[in-house]
Structure formats: C-alpha cells, structure tokens
C-alpha cells in the first residue's frame, strides 16, 4: 500500500533503524513509547489487521511470535518478562492500518493480566 507509513519503513522509504530483519519481518523502535523497551514488529507483506489474515499467513503469523522472542532477547528482557500485543481494529488501539506486534518490557508493566 503507497500510504501505508509501515509499508514505506518496511521499502526503506522512511528511514529507520532496524532491530531485526530477515525475509518476512522488521523490527524497530516505537516513536512513541509505552514502557522503556517498546519494539514493533511488523511483517513486509501488508496485512491490514489480524482479522484481515488468512490460512496462508499462518507460517507468518508464527514468526511473528517467535521475532517477539529474539527481540526480547536482543534487548534484555527475556528473563524479567515481557508483553505482545497485537491490536486489531480501531476499537482495539490500532492506530497503523498494517499488522504489527508490540513487544513491551523493560519495567514491571500494570493494567491487564492473564
């Protein structure tokens, strides 16, 4: 998608420093954080939202969760935890039209547990 501002960091249209990348995904820092580690995760196939995916995602939406573990590792917060989120839908909080997972961490985090 030409508008998509997560479509332009994945072509290297924006700039930005990634903290992972391989053949599927990319990994950087969100500009406005919400705990001292705050990681997006976004695939570079565009997938509007979670609910958007299909069965043909599935390997993809695997490596997503598995990226969330070297991310967590990569910055120090595997041992004391971590939260993934994954938004889908304006009513949820997806303020970027494009599947992406938030890895947070970093300090102990309040608000909903499971």
Not at 98 to 103: E, F, K, P
């Amino acid at each position: 998608m030409s508008d998509c501002i997560f479509c332009k960091i994945v072509n290297k249209e924006i700039p930005s420093e990634f903290l992972l990348e391989d053949d599927s995904l990319v990994a950087f820092k969100d500009i406005d954080p919400k705990a001292s580690t705050h990681v997006l995760i976004v695939p570079k196939k565009h997938i509007s939202k979670v609910s958007d995916s299909e069965s043909e995602d599935a390997g993809l939406l695997g490596e997503l969760l598995l990226a969330s573990k070297k991310i967590a590792e990569k910055t120090g917060i595997l041992e004391s935890g971590y939260r993934i989120i994954i938004n889908s839908g304006a009513d949820a909080g997806q303020e970027v039209d494009h599947l992406h997972v938030h890895v947070l961490g970093g300090e102990k985090l309040g608000g909903l547990n499971g």
